[in-house]
């Protein structure tokens, strides 16, 4: 499980350094897509990648309240998920080989388990 002990800031969480880090990937690797994805392909996975770790952070400031927290986390673990669904777009459409694709896919289900494990020991994180 992910709880060190002394976390004081969101940034003390590894899934959150792993989100940010993917999510400053995924804005670098679009700076090559086709002009006419830049308002579809491009906003929507650079939107969602930043999603998981700013509801993560909203999560965080919330931990006062089980059910709210566990609820941002959740909000993190479905953009995680459409980040991989817009990745799977951005193999189809070749603008990203297999192995990237497969890398950030990876990426992405390692955050999305250490996600649902800080759900599912939501208490550890609360107070």
């Known amino acids: 499980m992910e709880r060190k002990k002394n976390l004081r800031h969101f940034r003390d969480l590894e899934v959150y350094g792993r989100s940010f ?28 990648s930043r999603s998981v ?38 193999w189809a459409c070749n603008y990203i080989e297999k192995s990237v694709f497969n890398e950030f896919d990876n990426e992405y289900e390692q955050i999305i388990a250490m996600l649902n494990s800080m759900e599912l020991n939501a208490e550890k994180f609360c107070f």
């Open 21 to 48: 880090d993917a999510a400053m990937s995924i804005f670098q690797m679009t700076k090559a897509f086709p002009q006419e994805e830049r308002y579809s392909l491009v906003d929507q996975i650079r939107r969602s």
């Open 53 to 90: 770790c700013s509801n993560l952070a909203e999560s965080w400031r919330k931990r006062r309240y089980l059910g709210v927290f566990k609820n941002k986390i959740t909000d993190s673990m479905m953009e995680a998920s459409e980040t991989q669904c817009w990745l799977e777009f951005s």
